[in-house]
């Protein structure tokens, strides 16, 4: 079977672009994700797990709700930052990418 493309493609590729909003979302939802793993990590007993993430966005003790809401809220921040920053830069640079 034979694939078809189309000729608008196949004559002028495009340089790939990217949603800034998806990506600010992902990267923000990721770094919630990550201290909430991390603060989850603050419980397991046998293991000497640094907490230097979860330090990054409170002063709150690491084990504590307040830093579980404080750097969830904060991590989430910061990683829309991060997420629309780098969309950003892909997409003002997607020129390079192209022949």
Do not use: K
Request: aromatic share 12%; charged share 10%.
């Amino acid at each position: 079977m034979a694939t078809v493309v189309p000729t608008a493609l196949a004559d002028e590729p495009e340089a790939h672009r990217v949603s800034v909003i998806r990506l600010s979302v992902a990267a923000g939802v990721s770094a919630a994700v990550i201290l909430v793993l991390c603060w989850i990590g603050t419980f397991v007993p046998f293991s000497s797990p640094t907490h230097a993430y979860i330090g990054l966005f409170t002063n709150a003790d690491y084990s504590s709700a307040t830093a579980l809401f404080e750097g969830v809220c904060w991590s989430f921040a910061f990683g829309l930052i991060v997420g629309a920053v780098f969309a950003l830069t892909y997409n003002a640079t997607a020129s390079l990418g192209r022949r």
